[in-house]
Structure formats: C-alpha cells, structure tokens
C-alpha cells in the first residue's frame, strides 16, 4: 500500500510563496513519477506538474517560471515551491505517485489560499 502525506499549505497574500511538501510511504518502486494537482471549487483538477524517480520534470505552461518541483528519492518526497502567488491559484493541491503502469495513487490534499 501506498500513502500520501501533503503539508504546507495556508493562507499566504499575493506575491507570497508557500512551498507544498508530499511524503510517500509504504511499498515504494525505485522506479516512479510523483506529481502535483489542484482543483479549484467549481473547476476540473488541473494539472501542475511531476517528477520521476531518475529526475525528469514536466511543468504546465500556467504555472512555469513560478513552481518548481523536486524530490529526494531518499525520503520518498516531493516539493512544489510556489512563488508570486496569485489569487487564482487558490485552490486544493494534491500530491500523486504512479509506479507499477497505472498504479495511482494520492494524497489527501491541503488548501492554498491566496488574498489579494
């Protein structure tokens, strides 16, 4: 089994950063992609962005040059630095990991809330 743990959220003012933390545990594959995903009420969950295991990084166009995601593969986390926050980004983020083909799992989700 696999359990996603999410921290790091709150209520920041626009322009803040805020930096998502999502640690992993039970029976992880050396091998696996973990990601971020949030959903804002009303809307679709919207892709952010994901990292595997080897390093290789894929990041939406909405969010590029301001989240930066990264790992350490030794402690089974990953890390979403989100700067020049925005209204708009308020929303639940989630954490995921894929191993195995389709194996998917997720986390629970924190709130990110941005004030203007």
């Known amino acids: 089994q696999v359990q996603l743990v999410e921290s790091g959220g709150g209520l920041v003012q626009a322009g803040g950063s805020l930096r998502l933390s999502c640690e992993a545990s039970?029976?992880?594959?050396?091998?696996?992609?973990m990601g971020w995903y949030r959903q804002a009420p009303g809307k679709q969950r919207e892709f952010l962005a994901r990292?595997?295991?080897?390093?290789?990084?894929n990041v939406a166009d909405s969010v590029k040059g301001r989240f930066t995601i990264s790992r350490d593969n030794a402690k089974n986390t990953v890390f979403l630095q989100m700067n020049s926050l925005k209204p708009e980004d308020t929303a639940v983020y989630y954490c995921?990991?894929?191993?195995?083909?389709?194996?998917?799992?997720w986390g629970q989700g924190t709130q990110v809330t941005v004030s203007s």
């Open positions: 039970g029976t992880i594959f050396s091998f696996n992609v």
């Open positions: 995921s990991l894929v191993q195995g083909g389709m194996n998917n799992y």
């Open positions: 990292i595997s295991s080897p390093g290789s990084t």
